[in-house]
Each structure stands twice: as C-alpha cells, then as structure tokens.
T-cell receptor
Framework: AQSVTQLGSHVSVSEGALVLLRCNYS??????LFWYVQYPNQGLQLLLK??????LVKGINGFEAEFKKSETSFHLTKPSAHMSDAAEYFC???????????FGTGTRLQVFP | EAEVAQSPRYKITEKSQAVAFWCDPI?????LYWYRQILGQGPELLVQ????????DSQLPKDRFSAERLKGVDSTLKIQPAELGDSAMYLC????????????FGPGTRLTVT
C-alpha cells in the first residue's frame, strides 16, 4: 500500500525566507512522486514530479524537491518566498504513470511581508 | 493552453435531492479521474476511467453515486440522494498524450448539501 505524510499542516515564513515543506512517503514499489499547489476554490496545479530520473527535481515558480530513498522523503523547497506563494501544497504518490494519485493532507503556506 | 472544464463551479442542494457534475477532459486524454476533496483534506479518488471503461471505482459509494463516460470523452458524476456528508469539492482530472503520467485538474465543483 502507498501513503504520504506531510509534516506540519501550517507553515509560516517571511517574504524572502527559505520555504521548506516536508513530505515522507511509503511505497512497496518504486514511487512516482508529485507536488501540487492549490489556491482557494481552485483545482490543483502541478509544481513538479519525480519519475526515477534525476533525484533533484526542478519545478515551476522556483520550487525544487529532492528524492531521498534512504529517508523515504521528497521535501519541497524554495530559496526565497514570495507573497504569491501563499497557498495549500499537496504531496502525492502513485504506483505508475496512469495510476491514481494518493495525496497527503496538505500544508498551508503563509507568507508574511 | 488546453484545460479540463467542469460545471457547475458551485452547487447548493438540499439533502435527499439529486445532483450531477460534468467534466470535459483535455482533448485526446484517454484517462479521466474523479476525486473528492473534503475541506481540510487531500483529494481522494472516487472513480477512474480509461476511455469509456471503469478502471477503479473501489472508493465510490455505489449505493448513491454513479459515474459514466459515454463515448470516452466527457463524463458525468451523479449523487442521488445527496447527504450532508457529501459536501466537498469534486475535482476532475485527465491524463494522456506525450506526458501520460501528468494529471491535469479542472477547477472543481464545490458542493454544499443543506
């Protein structure tokens, strides 16, 4: 069975500070891992994905994530937060390129001026 | 840029009434997913279609929910009768084409059952 745990339901940072959102996964097969962002009353937008190529994955809007098999982690980072980054972020895992996504419970990012 | 379309965006209905949601995936995408997102939680899959066939509906409450994808293009999700616990965001996603593993999500339908 697959699962995702996102540590911290809320994260607050100052504008310009480092953003770190944590995600740990459990999977019996090599996982496909994703980070999505959701703005209020909107659908989900893909930030980045890991599919067994490079372990450091770069996404849109300056975000990146590193796949660490030994730690079963896929944490999301951004060097400098912007006010527009305030949103809900979801980590997700899948068994294959067509299988359903299994999401974590989400982390709400607040950015203060 | 092609997008997944959903309607309506918002729906308020009374308990025991019937309600339906519509999704039009990105053209050419063979796989279509319906997810339900309860407030404060991550989305959970209700049903997955490959063309017009159901691939996974293990989490669909079949006593009240039904889904179809006639002709393998657009899809309808129906709830009858609606219950208070059905209040949630219903998200449709599609995948296919060259980046077959990327799921593109629509804007969702926010359902409130009173």
């Amino acid at each position: 069975a697959q699962s995702v745990t996102q540590l911290g339901s809320h994260v607050s940072v100052s504008e310009g500070a480092l953003v770190l959102l944590r995600c740990n996964y459990s999977s019996s097969v090599p996982p496909y891992l994703f980070w999505y962002v959701q703005y209020p009353n909107q659908g989900l937008q893909l930030l980045l994905k890991y599919t067994s190529a490079a372990t450091l994955v770069k996404g849109i809007n300056g975000f990146e994530a590193e796949f660490k098999k030994s730690e079963t982690s896929f944490h999301l980072t951004k060097p400098s937060a912007h006010m527009s980054d305030a949103a809900e972020y979801f980590c997700a895992v899948s068994r294959s390129n067509t299988d359903k996504l299994i999401f974590g419970t989400g982390t709400r990012l607040q950015v203060f001026p | 840029e092609a997008e997944v379309a959903q309607s309506p965006r918002y729906k308020i209905t009374e308990k025991s009434q019937a309600v339906a949601f519509w999704c039009d995936p990105i053209s050419g995408h063979a796989t279509l997913y319906w997810y339900r997102q309860i407030l404060g939680q991550g989305p959970e899959l209700l049903v997955q279609f490959q063309d017009e066939s159901v691939v996974d509906d293990s989490q669909l409450p079949k006593d009240r929910f039904s889904a179809e994808r006639l002709k393998g293009v657009d899809s309808t999700l129906k709830i009858q009768p609606a219950e208070l616990g059905d209040s949630a965001m219903y998200l449709c996603a599609s995948s296919g084409g060259q980046a077959s593993y990327e799921q593109y999500f629509g804007p969702g339908t926010r359902l409130t059952v009173t």
